[in-house]
């Protein structure tokens, strides 16, 4: 009957959408949503997207109820995987700006919710979504120009609140480096246009600086610690002037090491976190530039570092190598090379002499 009344349906349920009740504002749309099928679920959504641009009443209205389907109903937004990503992101970045703004705790709430679920979804097109929702949430909320002026209370809270979100994207997305790669990228582009709070940004900084240590740099000393190499291995292109006692005591980014950990490992659902060493490091830089108005101090010893590479003979005798050899040369070659462009756009800048010299030496 509600199939074959469609309309008349739609036009009752626009009708109470406009209560005040709560209850009532969510009754039609919430029980037609439940009791059809896939084709007028989506009409349903779009009925509501279609009141965003309605009056306070009846948008706060039409938000909570998105929030709620897509909380109770995991497949509601199946909308969001018909859009680009780009798409997505504008939908989700004029939900919480108009929430934010009106200032409605409830579907604040439950959009978070709707976030961190996707965050945890399996399926990669809605972990994407939630990465990107997340990072919406971190600009509309601890955007410089939202947080200038603010109660202090309410700023403590709003920075625990996205530290706490920080961290869930960064553990949501351990095992799925394209979403974690999405994610720093995000980040680093809204911070290089918008910026954020300043303690926010000094407290990923932070993170971000010692999580990249962890990660990405092995420390020449320990190099024996980890022999399983598809081909013989060295640190090369180390731009700082040591002696030869001194060379031994320091670091380089382990390329190697991460490659054989990805190729290793390709027949599962983890993959190697190598994917992720250049928007890493793209983030790392953004925030310090933006926090020390340009100045890479803090960071400047990585474009100095070595990086453990196979050795030049490998590629002497590249023709000689078995597939999985040549594979190993050719993406630890390929990684390099990433790794060095970005070296190169991040302290082009930068207006010390010796840096400048390393730039061109990498160069």
């Known amino acids: 009957v509600i199939k074959e009344n469609f309309d008349a349906v739609k036009i009752l349920c626009d009708l109470l959408l406009r209560s005040n009740e709560v209850e009532v504002s969510r009754f039609g749309f919430k029980y037609a949503f ?3 099928g896939v084709f007028h679920q989506q009409e349903v959504i779009l009925c509501l997207l279609s009141h965003l ?24 937004l199946d909308i969001l995987e018909t859009l680009s990503l780009r798409e997505a992101k504008i939908l989700m ?36 979504l939630g990465v990107v929702g997340a990072v919406l949430t971190l600009k509309i909320t601890m955007g410089t120009s939202n947080s200038d002026g603010e109660d202090s209370s309410d ?22 480096p394209c979403s974690s790669a999405l994610f720093m ?17 000094k407290w990923i ?5 010692g999580d990249f240590e962890e990660t990405f740099i092995l420390d020449c000393e320990t190099e024996g610690q ?26 380089a980014v382990c390329i190697a090491k991460l490659v054989t950990e990805d190729l290793e490992h390709s027949d599962l659902d983890h993959s190697s976190r190598i994917v992720t060493v250049a928007p890493h490091f793209r983030l790392m830089r953004m925030v310090e530039s933006h926090l020390y ?17 196979p050795t030049p003979e490998t590629y002497e005798e590249f023709s000689s190598l078995s597939d999985k050899e040549q594979t190993f040369a050719l993406t630890c070659l390929f990684y390099a090379i990433n790794w060095f462009r970005e070296l190169i756009n991040a302290f082009a800048t930068q207006k010390d002499k010796e840096l400048k010299r390393k730039v061109k030496c990498t160069l």
């Open 34 to 36: 439940a009791s059809l």
């Open 53 to 76: 641009g309605d009056n306070e009443c009846v948008r706060q209205s039409s938000l909570s109820l998105l929030s709620v389907l897509a909380y109770n109903y995991p497949g509601s």
């Open 93 to 128: 970045d004029l939900l919480l700006l108009l929430v934010n703004s009106n200032q409605a705790e409830s579907s604040k709430d439950e959009l978070s919710i709707m976030i961190k679920k996707q965050l945890s979804h399996p399926d990669i097109k809605f972990k994407k």
């Open 155 to 176: 700023m403590e809270t709003n920075l625990k609140e996205s530290e706490v979100l920080f961290n869930a994207v960064k553990e949501s997305t351990t095992n799925y």
């Open 185 to 201: 990228d995000e980040l680093a582009t809204n911070i290089l246009k918008n910026g954020l709070n300043q303690r926010l940004e």
């Open 205 to 209: 900084s932070e993170k971000v600086i």
């Open 226 to 251: 980890y022999d399983k190499y598809i081909c013989p291995v060295s640190f090369q292109w180390n731009l700082d002037d040591f002696t030869d006692s001194e060379k031994s005591k320091s670091i």
């Open 293 to 309: 108005a340009g100045d890479l101090g803090n960071i400047d010893a990585l474009l100095g570092c070595g990086v453990q590479m």
